[in-house]
């Protein structure tokens, strides 16, 4: 098995950020469209309009952070941020002053 391809510093987590305006029927169906886009391409709500996914490379990284540019709506302000998998290890996550334990990075199969 080839370790680099398991590296820390090799996997990535592709984040997207968001605030999308709200007030019209026709911006809420484009941000509840955006929203339903980035779910139907692996990402998981991490808060409120920030989402993450984890990717197996850069490359792979690439072709979601591509994904979402093509979803994006008219209106709002979308940030993409692409980190690696040793670096979103280091966050730290707290509920309240408590701090919380880390959920498990599930192991992923792809596919080609």
Not at 7 to 30: C, F, G, H, Q, S
Not at 44 to 63: K, T
Not at 85 to 94: A, L, S, T, V, Y
Request: hydrophobic letters at 35%; proline letters at 4%; charged letters at 30%.
């Amino acid at each position: 098995m080839n370790t680099e391809r398991l590296n820390a510093y090799r996997i990535m987590w592709t984040i997207v950020l968001y605030d999308l305006p709200t007030d019209t029927k026709k911006e809420r169906k484009a941000a509840a469209r955006f929203r339903k886009d980035l779910l139907q391409d692996g990402f998981s709500m991490f808060q409120f309009s920030a989402y993450v996914r984890h990717c197996s490379s850069s490359e792979n990284a690439e072709v979601h952070k591509r994904r979402v540019k093509k979803s994006l709506p008219e209106f709002g302000k979308v940030g993409i941020l692409q980190i690696t998998d040793k670096q979103f290890g280091q966050m730290e996550i707290f509920y309240g002053e408590k701090p919380m334990e880390k959920e498990a990075i599930p192991q992923q199969l792809e596919l080609f």
